[in-house]
């Protein structure tokens, strides 16, 4: 079955980029559409962005200025980055895979906690 | 941007409990309304999509109800692995907004 998994640094200096990739294993990365959300600790979800495959990409209005999302369909990976980061980044990443027919986030990854912190 | 309420954000109920979350968005969103269990330390599990349509695999005990812009999840006879905190999110419109969460614990 498709699996998610979050990989990059756990721990990011202020002011600089936080970058995180998505691997999608048992499938592939076509016909859906990919995101990030995050999580601070003890807090609700707060959605980031989305991807297409075809590189179209839509953004949080609060993040829109510090987020790029990227996709690499000949390795079924899309990415993060988020720049100019403080400690209200801090939080745990997940990925998501947005089904276009139920728009809705079906398949997520475990998540990735990233620290904002000199 | 479309901004989602829950209530409550809390609740203390017993195994075997009917259970009612109630969702409201600030406008219109249709049916696209989306429901969410999260349990500590995991990720986010879809339960139910479009308002009303059950995931595959998730228990029918799980219902959800509404359109426009005030939405539902009943849980019929809460079992103990329901314990968990329940997200809404509405996908009518960029950015797909979550509700604040309702935790479910036990009374």
């Known amino acids: 079955q498709v699996q998610l998994q979050e990989s990059g640094p756990g721990l990011v200096k202020p002011s600089e980029t936080l970058s995180l990739t998505c691997t999608v294993s048992g499938g592939s990365i076509s016909s859906y559409y990919w995101s990030w959300i995050r999580q601070p600790a003890g807090k609700g979800l707060e959605w980031i962005g989305r991807i297409y495959t075809s590189g179209s990409t839509n953004y949080n209005p609060s993040l829109k200025s510090r987020v790029t999302m990227s996709v690499d369909t000949s390795k079924n990976q899309f990415s993060l980055k988020l720049s100019s980061v403080t400690a209200a980044d801090t939080a745990v990443y997940y990925c998501?895979?947005?089904?276009?027919?139920?728009?809705?986030?079906?398949?997520w990854g475990q998540g990735t906690m990233v620290t904002v912190s000199s | 941007d479309i901004q989602m309420t829950q209530s409550p954000s809390s609740l203390s109920a017993s195994v075997g409990d009917r259970v009612t979350i109630t969702c409201r968005a600030s406008?219109?969103?249709?049916?696209?309304l989306n429901w969410y269990q999260q349990k500590p330390g995991k990720a986010p599990k879809l339960l139910i999509y479009?308002?009303?349509s059950l995931q595959s695999g998730v228990p029918s005990r799980f219902s959800g109800s509404g359109s426009g812009t005030d939405f539902t999840l009943t849980i019929s006879s809460l079992q103990p692995e329901d314990f968990a905190t329940y997200y809404c999110?509405?996908?009518?419109?960029?950015?797909?907004?979550f509700g604040p969460g309702t935790k479910v614990d036990i009374k």
């Open positions: 479009a308002a009303s």
């Open positions: 998501a895979r947005g089904h276009p027919d139920v728009h809705a986030f079906d398949i």
């Open positions: 999110q509405q996908s009518y419109s960029t950015p797909g907004a």
């Open positions: 406008q219109s969103i249709s049916s696209y």
